[in-house]
């Protein structure tokens, strides 16, 4: 892996499962200390429906915002928030209408899984 | 640890090894999956002497700029840069005389030790 790279090097992929989001490899799995950095950037009103992940997710906002649910709870989260979505647990993402939502989200590097769940 | 905090509600840390630099704790080592985040904040000028780690840093440059050297190379870094410092290898930061430098540093949950390196 480089020592420094820019986020404007990096491709940025469309997330089948959301709507106007995609994500960014900013580090690599296996590089490192097990964990590995992600960036996501949702559209004006884009966002990703109710799901769970096999992983944890550590959550820092960049810019934007968004409504997110966490289990049972909805939140309203903004730049420089910190979001820690514990393995398995039901979340969604809806971003901004005007802003869109733009956040880093560190994972161990161990396999995910992603389930829709319904509402 | 709480799902969603704002970072301002997190104290901020002097580092005695640096200059005009504090750290925050943004989640919790043993929270998670054996990996948290931290924020580091170098005021105009500051920042921290050539030292190693015990631990990995996969680092996200959130504002301002630095000359940050790794190993026996200097870089310009800004904000967007990817920056990824092994376990061990020495590192120093020297802050924006003008806008300063602020960074999110990811780490591995297992004990760090930071030593100082003669130039």
């Known amino acids: 892996m480089p020592v420094i790279r820019n986020r404007n ?3 940025l992929e469309d997330v089948s499962a959301g709507s106007k989001t ?3 490899s ?3 799995p296996g590089s490192g200390a097990g964990f590995h950095m992600r960036r996501f950037v949702m559209g004006p009103g884009g966002g990703m429906p109710r799901h769970t992940n096999a992983v944890e997710h550590q959550q820092y906002v960049l810019r934007g ?3 997110v649910g966490i289990g049972d709870e909805t939140h309203q989260v903004t730049a420089g928030d910190v979001v820690h979505i514990p393995a398995g647990v039901p979340h969604w993402y809806d971003a901004d209408e ?3 939502f733009e956040f880093l989200c560190v994972v161990p590097d ?3 899984r992603i389930e829709l769940v319904d509402e």
């Open 65 to 67: 915002g968004a409504e």
């Open 26 to 28: 900013l580090t690599e």
């Open 110 to 112: 161990d396999e995910d």
């Open 98 to 100: 005007d802003e869109g």
């Open 22 to 24: 995609q994500r960014q």
């Open 9 to 11: 090097q990096i491709p």
